[in-house]
Nanobody
Framework: VQLQASGGGLVQAGDSLRLSCVAS????????VGWFRQAPGKERELIAR????????DYADSVKGRFTISRDNAKNAVYLEMSSLNPEDTAVYSC??????????????????WGQGTQVTVSS
C-alpha cells in the first residue's frame, strides 16, 4: 500500500490545519492508521491512531482535545484535523498503516506502510 500525505504548511499560532493521507489500494480500509510527527532533535511520536472502521481513535496527551483523526474508507483516506496549533506542534507529520490490531498499534516499528511526510510549521 502506498500512502500520500498532504496538507501541511506554515500557519500562525491558534490556526487550524487539515492533513490528508490517501492510500493507493482499497485494502487500506483493513488497516489501523496512525499519524506520527517528528520534530528536529526529537523522536518520532505517535499522536493519533484510528481503527479500521473509524469507530475507535486514540490520541497522545499532547494533542488530545485539539486534534481529531477520522477516516473515509470509501475514499481510502484518513484525515487529521488540527486546531489551536502552537509552535510546539511544528514537525514533519507522517501517516502510516499497519495490519496490527488497533489496540496494539502503539509504536512506529509496528507500522509497515508509511507516507512521505508533510511539514507543519507553526509560528508564534
Amino acid at each position: 500500500v502506498q500512502l500520500q500525505a498532504s496538507g501541511g504548511g506554515l500557519v500562525q499560532a491558534g490556526d487550524s490545519l487539515r492533513l490528508s493521507c490517501v492510500a493507493s489500494e482499497r485494502s487500506f480500509r483493513s488497516y489501523t492508521v496512525g499519524w506520527f510527527r517528528q520534530a528536529p532533535g526529537k523522536e518520532r511520536e505517535l499522536i493519533a491512531r484510528i481503527n479500521r472502521s473509524g469507530g475507535s481513535a486514540d490520541y497522545a496527551d499532547s494533542v488530545k482535545g485539539r486534534f481529531t483523526i477520522s477516516r473515509d474508507n470509501a475514499k481510502n483516506a484518513v484525515y487529521l484535523e488540527m486546531s489551536s496549533l502552537n509552535p510546539e506542534d511544528t514537525a514533519v507529520y507522517s501517516c502510516a498503516a499497519t495490519s496490527t490490531i488497533y489496540i496494539g498499534a502503539t509504536t512506529p516499528d509496528q507500522y509497515g506502510y508509511w507516507g512521505q511526510g508533510t511539514q507543519v510549521t507553526v509560528s508564534s
